[in-house]
C-alpha cells in the first residue's frame, strides 16, 4: 500500500510520523488484527467512514502480515480521529485502553481472564505471549519488581510506547479490576518501560 498523502498531512505536525516511518525496518511485519482493533474502535465513535477515507486501502486479512509502516499510518490516523489531530497521542493512548477493555467483554476475554485468575502478572505474561505471536520484530521482557509492581520493557518497538502501549498496559490491568500506577520511560524512539504498580 502506498502511504496516502491526506493521511500523513493529517497527522504529521502532531506526531514524529515521518521520522519514524523513515527509521522502522523494511521488513517489519503485524498481523492484521491489530487492523481491526483499530477499525472496532473507530467504528463504536462513528468515525469509521471517516477512517476508511483516508486509508482506503487499509483492509487486511485478521491473521495476515502487515508492513508495520501501513500499521503506523493507520495507528496515528485513528489516534487523530479518536480525539484530534493534535491530541494524537491521547487518541491513540484511549483506543488501545478500551480496546483492552472491550476484548474482556468478548466470549474469550471472559474465559481467558477465568483462567488467568485476573492476575496482572500473568496477564502481563500473556500479553507478551500475543505479543511474540502478532509480530515478527521488537522484543520484550517482563521482569517482576516487587509483589505489586513489574516492568514490562521494549527493545526495536516501533509502535508508541508512551502512547499505543501506555494504553493497553492501562485497560488490561484495569480489565483485571486493579487501579494501577503507570510510568512509561522512554531510552530512545524504540525502547522503553511500563512500569506498573498496583
Same mark, same amino acid.
Given at each position: 500500500?502506498?502511504?496516502?498523502?491526506?493521511?500523513?498531512?493529517?497527522?504529521?505536525?502532531?506526531?514524529?510520523?515521518?521520522?519514524?516511518?523513515?527509521?522502522?525496518?523494511?521488513?517489519?511485519?503485524?498481523?492484521?488484527?491489530?487492523?481491526?482493533?483499530?477499525?472496532?474502535?473507530?467504528?463504536?465513535?462513528?468515525?469509521?467512514?471517516?477512517?476508511?477515507?483516508?486509508?482506503?486501502?487499509?483492509?487486511?486479512?485478521?491473521?495476515?502480515?502487515?508492513?508495520?509502516?501501513?500499521? *503506523?499510518?493507520?495507528? =496515528?490516523?485513528?489516534?487523530? %480521529? @479518536?480525539?484530534? #489531530?493534535? +491530541? !494524537?497521542? $491521547?487518541?491513540?493512548?484511549?483506543?488501545?485502553?478500551?480496546?483492552?477493555?472491550?476484548?474482556?467483554?468478548? *466470549?474469550?476475554?471472559? =474465559?481467558?481472564?477465568?483462567? %488467568? @485468575?485476573?492476575? #496482572?502478572? +500473568? !496477564?502481563? $505474561?500473556?500479553?507478551?505471549?500475543?505479543?511474540?505471536?502478532?509480530?515478527?520484530?521488537?522484543?520484550?521482557? *517482563?521482569?517482576?519488581?516487587?509483589?505489586?509492581?513489574?516492568?514490562?520493557?521494549?527493545?526495536?518497538?516501533?509502535?508508541?510506547?508512551?502512547?499505543?502501549?501506555?494504553?493497553?498496559?492501562?485497560?488490561?490491568?484495569?480489565?483485571?479490576?486493579?487501579?494501577?500506577?503507570?510510568?512509561?520511560?522512554?531510552?530512545?524512539?524504540?525502547?522503553?518501560?511500563?512500569?506498573?504498580?498496583?
Amino acid at each position: 500500500m502506498q502511504l496516502p498523502r491526506q493521511a500523513l498531512d493529517l497527522v504529521a505536525p502532531h506526531c514524529d510520523i515521518v521520522e519514524r516511518l523513515e527509521a522502522v525496518s523494511p521488513s517489519a511485519r503485524i498481523r492484521g488484527i491489530h487492523l481491526r482493533i483499530l477499525e472496532n474502535e473507530l467504528k463504536h465513535r462513528g468515525r469509521l467512514a471517516d477512517y476508511r477515507a483516508l486509508l482506503p486501502e487499509s483492509r487486511r486479512s485478521t491473521l495476515g502480515w502487515c508492513p508495520i509502516r501501513e500499521y *503506523l499510518l493507520c495507528l =496515528a490516523c485513528a489516534g487523530a %480521529l @479518536a480525539a484530534s #489531530p493534535e +491530541r !494524537v497521542h $491521547e487518541g491513540m493512548y484511549d483506543i488501545m485502553r478500551k480496546h483492552a477493555i472491550e476484548f474482556t467483554h468478548s *466470549l474469550i476475554g471472559r =474465559a481467558l481472564l477465568r483462567l %488467568l @485468575a485476573r492476575d #496482572p502478572i +500473568r !496477564v502481563s $505474561e500473556q500479553a507478551l505471549a500475543v505479543q511474540r505471536q502478532t509480530k515478527n520484530y521488537s522484543q520484550w521482557e *517482563l521482569v517482576r519488581r516487587g509483589r505489586n509492581e513489574i516492568e514490562m520493557i521494549y527493545k526495536k518497538e516501533y509502535i508508541w510506547i508512551e502512547s499505543a502501549i501506555a494504553g493497553g498496559a492501562q485497560g488490561a490491568l484495569e480489565a483485571c479490576d486493579v487501579v494501577p500506577i503507570i510510568e512509561t520511560h522512554l531510552y530512545d524512539r524504540f525502547s522503553g518501560s511500563t512500569l506498573i504498580r498496583w
